[in-house]
């Protein structure tokens, strides 16, 4: 199955970390936030570019995006920072200069790849701001068994215990 990645829960815990360049003074997560209304802007400036570093590697295969406005997008990876920048070595261009709509999602699948950095490049070519409302990535996930919750069960008489049953994947999410 394929499901987000859930970049802000990352970020939140500390494994993963957003660069965004031309820097931004406001809340860095709106991207992230599932919300495409609430949107990260940029006036003055037809060209973005945010890198995630991600603690441990990150298996995405499928990549979202929704702008107000007409965009280009290009999405990069790598597992070292300096092949990113130099696009050599573990350097990955997944999505090369796609075209997006306004306020409407534009979506690009592609091999699946493993990277602790990825790298979106915007640019609007019609305006000097760009507005990114939300930017996901997925990758497939395999379950791998049920779990029932609450953890260790615990019974006490006379009293009733709602249990609920969730499904846990091959990384060990719930």
Same mark, same amino acid.
């Given at each position: ?73 290009? #999405?990069?990876?790598?597992?070292? @920072?300096?092949?990113?920048? %130099? ?6 261009? =997944?999505? *090369? ?51 029932? #919750?609450?953890?260790?069960?615990? @019974?006490?008489?006379?009293? %009733? ?6 499904? =846990?994947? *091959?990384?060990?999410?719930?």
């Amino acid at each position: 199955m394929v499901r987000p990645i859930d970049i802000a829960g990352f970020w939140k815990d500390g494994k993963a970390h957003v660069e965004v360049v031309p820097a931004f003074s406001g809340d860095t997560l709106k991207p992230f936030d599932g919300n495409q209304f609430n949107a990260m802007e940029f006036v003055n400036t037809d060209s973005i570019t945010i890198t995630l570093q991600f603690d441990s590697t990150a298996r995405f295969e499928k990549s979202k995006v929704f702008f107000w406005h007409g965009a280009q997008w290009t #999405l990069e990876s790598a597992n070292i @920072l300096s092949d990113l920048d %130099s696009k050599s070595g573990s350097y990955s261009k =997944s999505v *090369d200069a796609r075209s997006a709509s306004m306020f409407q999602w534009d979506s690009a699948s592609f091999v699946p790849q493993k990277a602790h950095f990825v790298r979106l490049r915007v640019k609007n070519p019609s305006d000097s701001s760009v507005r990114l409302g939300e930017w996901t990535l997925e990758g497939t996930v395999t379950f791998t068994k049920y779990i029932i #919750l609450p953890q260790p069960i615990r @019974l006490i008489p006379s009293a %009733s215990l709602q249990l609920a049953i969730r499904i =846990s994947d *091959d990384q060990g999410n719930i």
